[in-house]
Nanobody, 117 residues
Framework: QVELVESGGGLVQPGGSLRLSCTAS????????MGWYRQASGQQRDMVAQ???????LYANSVKGRFTISRDNAKRTVFLEMNNLKVDDTAVYYC???????????WGQGTQVIVSS
């Protein structure tokens, strides 16, 4: 079982920035593919960004150029730097881990991001 603890959500004005963090309990963190997903009220949960290694990342079209995913393997942490936030970015953001060896997936509890003036 991998526990994921997210932090960094909050209330921000349009055009502002936030940085989300997700720390995993897994000591073999390097063998986890990590991702951020979000779920707006009444909507399905969608992929925001995924990172497969320190240099290989994938982004949803809606956040390309504004969000950056990164990871610090020594700290077992994945980050989501969010810039130029828009009202449509308002959602609960979830961290997800997928173990490469067996495909097991784990979710964090979510952190709320509200973009509002």
């Amino acid at each position: 079982q991998v526990e994921l603890v997210e932090s960094g959500g909050g209330l921000v004005q349009p055009g502002g920035s936030l940085r989300l963090s997700c720390t995993a309990s897994e000591t073999d963190f390097i063998n986890l593919n990590m991702g951020w997903y979000r779920q707006a009220s009444g909507q399905q949960r969608d992929m925001v960004a995924q990172i497969f290694s320190s240099t290989i990342a994938l982004y949803a079209n809606s956040v390309k150029g504004r969000f950056t995913i990164s990871r610090d393997n020594a700290k077992r942490t994945v980050f989501l730097e969010m810039n130029n936030l828009k009202v449509d970015d308002t959602a609960v953001y979830y961290c997800k881990a997928r173990r490469k060896s067996d495909g097991a997936e784990y979710w964090g509890q979510g952190t709320q991001v509200i973009v509002s003036s």
